[in-house]
């Protein structure tokens, strides 16, 4: 992954954020395959993640109440990609704080799992750290 292509993902993430906003925090998920972003996927507040079809999700944060995971950006974009051998691909997340800024975007415990799980995971997995660097995850 260039540091081009990441930045790209950060501005779209950024101009989406106004019209794709559905909570507290906005993520982006992209799929990219040799230099070119080939899907995008938003997360959605509004959308329940589905247990019997993408697996359990755990509360991995510890909530006391009753929590209702939503749709995260990771499995929005496997889902619109529509494919699960991503293989030749590589994976960007980006989230956007309320200050307009790329902030720290590592895919959860319960992403993690989903995207290590498929037919052919990614080549490569990066996200935003706080500062809106790109940074490898090195759990992949």
């Given at each position: 992954m260039n540091q081009r292509i990441f930045n790209r993902c950060v501005e779209i993430a950024k101009a989406l954020k106004h019209n794709k906003v559905t909570g507290k925090s906005f993520h982006g998920s992209f799929i990219v395959r040799k230099s070119?972003?080939?899907?995008?996927?938003t997360n959605n507040y509004n959308k329940a993640h589905n247990d019997k079809k993408f697996g359990r999700y755990d509360n991995w944060k510890g909530y006391e109440t009753e929590y209702k995971p939503c749709v995260h950006s990771e499995l929005a974009v496997i889902?619109?990609?529509?494919?699960?051998?991503?293989s030749d691909c590589e994976f960007v997340n980006v989230r956007v704080d309320n200050n307009g800024n790329a902030n720290m975007s590592k895919a959860c415990p319960n992403c993690f799992r989903l995207i290590a799980s498929?037919?052919?995971?990614?080549?490569?997995?990066?996200?935003?750290?706080?500062?809106?660097n790109m940074i490898q995850d090195e759990r992949l």
């Open positions: 070119r972003i080939i899907c995008i996927a889902v619109k990609y529509g494919e699960t051998d991503l498929l037919g052919g995971p990614p080549k490569k997995l990066f996200y935003s750290d706080g500062e809106g």
